[in-house]
């Protein structure tokens, strides 16, 4: 489990390293104005994130180059776009009626990089006045643990914070696995952990085990202070 995170990190942190933003718009009609030339809409979601009762806007966004599209030559690969993706937030203006650049991020939403596992970016979602990513990470060569992701922002004192998470990993050959539920806010953590022993019949069992802890955090993190995914340490031996 521990080496799975760790080439997670390692293949995020490349992909990010040297990246080039592209210039986004300040104000636009449609969240369509807001793309850069060669680029497209992959993931929106709508609602209000400020609390002024307009309906707001977050947008994925991924390059369109064709020379960071590995094609699929007849091999159980799947045809990798290893294109860039940034997530992109609007605020809907009152006054103007239009939509207004509120936060730009290239770090949080990672690509197709391996051709052996599922595309990790699953979708982005707005409800309540919260924005929630969520990721998974399945291989099918090289690793047999399943590990879905989801984080939580809110909008307060003018930035992003990130108020919750969800980890939860699983050996799909032995269905035992961890998950973690953080709240950032209270600064607790819970760890559940799910073992299969047998009993003295032979029948498969499930342990199930949750314990709370506190996370030694001194301040929140924000879209613009994470710098990827799991790449925050909240405890000993426990990344975010």
């Known amino acids: 489990m521990k080496y799975l995170i760790l080439w997670i990190i390692l293949f995020i942190t490349v992909w990010c390293s040297g990246q080039t933003l592209p210039k986004i718009k300040f104000e636009g009609q449609s969240i369509n104005d807001f793309v850069p030339d060669n680029w497209r809409i992959i993931s929106t979601a709508s609602g209000d994130l400020n609390e002024d009762n307009y309906v707001d806007e977050a947008i994925v966004i991924q390059e369109m180059d064709s020379k960071k599209v590995i094609i699929s030559e007849g091999s159980v690969m799947d045809t990798l ?26 770090n949080l ?38 590990t879905f992701l989801e984080y939580k922002f809110r909008f307060q004192k003018n930035e992003f914070y990130l108020i919750g998470a969800e ?74």
């Open 167 to 240: 980890f939860d990993e699983t050996d799909r050959g032995t269905s035992e696995g961890l998950k973690r539920s953080f709240n950032f806010l209270t600064r607790k953590m819970s760890e559940t952990s799910i073992r299969v022993e047998e009993d003295e019949s032979g029948e498969q069992i499930e342990k199930i085990e949750t314990k709370w802890k506190t996370l030694e955090i001194k301040e929140l993190k924000t879209i613009k202070t994470l710098t990827g995914l799991l790449k925050w340490t909240v405890a000993p031996d426990v990344e975010i």
């Open 81 to 106: 776009d290893t294109n860039p993706r940034m997530l992109i937030i609007l605020f809907k203006d009152f006054i103007s009626n239009q939509f207004r650049l509120k936060e730009i991020s290239g």
């Open 109 to 146: 939403i990672p690509n197709h990089y391996s051709p052996t596992m599922d595309d990790p970016f699953d979708n982005i979602m707005i409800s309540k006045g919260v924005l929630t990513l969520n990721f998974h990470f399945w291989y099918s060569a090289g690793s047999w643990y399943q």
